[in-house]
């Protein structure tokens, strides 16, 4: 794959015939990924594990794209990880730009360890200033042609399924336990107002804490000395 002469042929033997493997939209899909990447490049980030370092929200592609772009450096995907970006930046201006995200999704700072990276990485001001307005050449054709880049899931609810039932009973799928448990939290809530005729036993000993919130009933209760005469 780090061949882009056999790449491109390969390419050009779908393009003559591409009914010939099932999964023909798939290798057009991946390998063209391949031709855009960057060949000099060998390693990549991940925008959701630069996110999780500062403790802040993760920009989309195009932005992160289009900030790299605008501080004149050069910038693709990888058909390793979706969420991966090949660049010759240095690692500066990488956190410079994710500082500059940061002053624009600020993280609660006081909740940071001054012995954390996030702490020390923020600490220091952006000696770039990140441009994130989104640019043209930021979506690579193959993104823009919406090729099939990356395996997708073969159905609905796709992965482990629920475990076996005790005596070897066949488990329900997940569609049909996801119905079972529906509306479960509006029908406990129909049955605790149903409680509200019934006394507090904690409010009786002047030990209940939930108030308002309990969903027995506050009100005093009469004795037979307290009832009125007939």
């Known amino acids: 794959m780090h061949d882009l002469d056999f790449v491109q042929s390969i390419l050009n033997a779908l393009k003559r015939n591409p009914q010939r493997f099932k999964t023909s939209d798939r290798i057009k899909g991946v390998l063209s990924m391949v031709l855009e990447e960057l060949a000099d490049v060998p390693l990549y980030y991940t925008l959701d594990s630069l996110s999780s370092i500062i403790h802040c929200n993760t920009p989309s592609l195009l932005q992160f794209r289009s ?42 700072r006081e909740r940071l360890s001054a012995t954390s990276p996030a702490f020390h990485i923020l600490s220091t001001e952006p000696r770039l200033q990140a441009c994130f307005d989104v640019r043209k050449d930021a979506n690579p054709k193959s993104r823009q ?86």
């Not at 090949?86 to 410079?96: E, F, G, L, M």
């Not at 475990?163 to 336990?177: D, N, V, Y």
């Not at 448990?181 to 509200?196: F, I, L, V």
Request: charged share 30%.
């Open 67 to 108: 900030a790299i772009l605008h501080a004149g450096y050069r910038v693709s995907l990888s058909h390793a990880c979706k969420n991966a970006i090949k660049t010759d930046a240095p690692p500066s201006v990488i956190w410079d730009i994710m500082r500059s995200w940061e002053k624009k999704n600020p993280v609660k």
């Open 145 to 230: 042609q919406g090729l099939k880049r990356f395996q997708e899931n073969p159905e609905a609810n796709w992965g482990p399924k629920a475990r076996a039932k005790a005596g070897g009973g066949i488990s329900t799928s997940l569609a049909e336990k996801s119905k079972q448990h529906q509306n479960k939290r509006k029908q406990r809530e129909e049955d605790q107002s149903s409680t509200r005729n019934f006394p507090c036993k904690k409010f009786q000993q002047g030990c209940c804490a939930r108030a308002e919130d309990c969903c027995y009933s506050h009100e005093p209760v009469l004795s037979a000395t307290d009832e009125a005469p007939p």
